[in-house]
């Protein structure tokens, strides 16, 4: 059951305690990334083995980079018609509407996207030549000095968006909310590996992306609720006065 909140919103305790788990597990991955590079590359090896072996591999990428965007639209549709049945606030819905379009744009759209794969100049495993024995030298995801020029491998942008499905699973009604993060916390992990499969990722692009998302979804949605609730409250008592 969710807890009550000062601002109308606050995450289940099982869901509290996966969001904790996947954001511990992916801090401890970029921990062991950054003290033994070669954690990462036997990894990657080792994916890029198994990826010769998926037939389907590219069907599958395809899938899961569409079905962010999908998401984004079913959500945004669900709050209109939440408004328009009455169950949810016009500046309610207008909150959560604004939570969605805001971290799908600052999160793999701009942090993602537009800044890291930009700037980081981290080659892809296919591109490293200790992974594929050919190209540029392995970089580290912090060192941001490798050969790469543009579209980098740090960090994944479609696990960022995959994993960015933990924002409308955070804002689902209290009965669905657990389910639809366990469901947002597997489809990221597997849309990762898909990239790891391709060679174009390391583990440490698609844990880092994990660990923006989340962060990125839960002090948004608490930031913006908490305003939203603050705003109608004011709103309430200069009617009462």
């Known amino acids: 059951m969710n807890s009550p909140s000062s601002n109308g919103w606050s995450p289940g305790r099982r869901s509290k305690t996966l969001i904790g788990t996947c954001t511990m597990i992916s801090i401890c991955i970029l921990a062991a990334a950054a003290r033994w590079p070669g954690f990462e590359l036997n990894l990657a090896r080792i994916a890029i083995d198994g990826g010769r072996d998926f037939e389907h591999l590219e069907l599958a990428r395809n899938v899961a980079r569409l079905a962010p965007f999908a998401v984004l639209v079913l959500t945004c549709a669900g709050l209109v018609m939440s408004m328009k049945s ?33 700037h980081s100049h981290r080659p892809r495993p296919i591109q490293t030549m200790e992974v594929s024995g050919v190209g540029q ?62 060679g174009a990722h390391f583990v440490s692009d698609i844990a880092f992306s994990a660990l923006a998302m989340i962060v990125l979804a839960y002090v948004m949605i608490r930031f913006v609720l908490r305003l939203s609730a603050s705003d109608s409250t004011a709103a309430g008592q200069r009617q009462s006065d």
Request: proline share 6%.
């Open 137 to 198: 030298d392995f970089r580290p995801f912090y060192a941001f000095d490798g050969g790469c020029v543009r579209n980098c491998s740090f960090s994944s942008g479609e696990a960022a968006a995959a994993f960015w499905t933990v924002t409308p699973a955070l804002l689902a009604p209290p009965g669905l909310q657990f389910p639809a993060v366990a469901a947002a916390m597997i489809f990221g992990s597997a849309t990762g590996a898909l990239r790891m499969l391709a």
């Open 86 to 118: 009455r169950r949810l606030r016009t500046a309610e819905t207008g909150a959560r509407a604004f939570i969605l379009l805001t971290t799908f744009a600052l999160g793999p759209g701009l942090l993602v996207n537009g800044f890291l794969k930009s």
